[in-house]
């Protein structure tokens, strides 16, 4: 199969209704309410446990991704400028700041700290942020290398440059604008540069659009769960 003939499979596929049976996100509704329900029960019964729950979870979320430290390792003490798709609670760009020698990082993301529904193929629930998350994103916000781009992916990408170090894609999950995303931030990294991003699981429809992506390109991505990227090399 040439390289044409790939190129209109993706189109082939973009064509398709992205909407996912009822049943299915019946069910993964479902299991959201039940993890919710369970964490509330928790608080209540032992509170000490759900507060150790907590603060792990937020070490979790605070370790480097590969992502980033691939990052780190190629580039070393470098002056990048990236782009973050997705800021959500702001755990992700802290590890870029702290982790790389950031000149520039604009992170993009319509909501940035309102509440939302958050029913992108990945999770169905609304979204929520605490005093620490606020706390978390002024502290980001004060940093003066950090550009917010409060826009839709498809529209940030027009006012971004052009001639990035890395894109690190972690919005909508959904089929269509993860391929969307990829296909954008492929055309404004500099050679030598990478796209990645995250969730490369099977119960999202990241993978589907990953892997259709790299047919499109004629490259094989890097999978460092739950990570992924594309090196820059032409």
Known sequence: MNKKSLIRKVENKLEKNDERPLADRIRKTSAHLRRRVGLEVLRCLTPK???EVSDNLTYVNRTPRPFTLHLKQVFGDKELVGVE??????????SLLGELNVKRLYCVDPFLMKKYFDGDGFDHKVVKFTDRDKTRFFDIENNHTVVFVQLPSAEAFKELPSNLDFVYIDGNHGYYHVLSDLRQAFNHVSRGGFVGGHDFIRRCEVVPAVLDFALEIGQTPTIQMPDFWFEKRR
């Open 49 to 51: 446990l759900a507060i």
């Open 85 to 94: 798709i997705g800021f959500g609670f702001g755990f992700n760009a802290e």
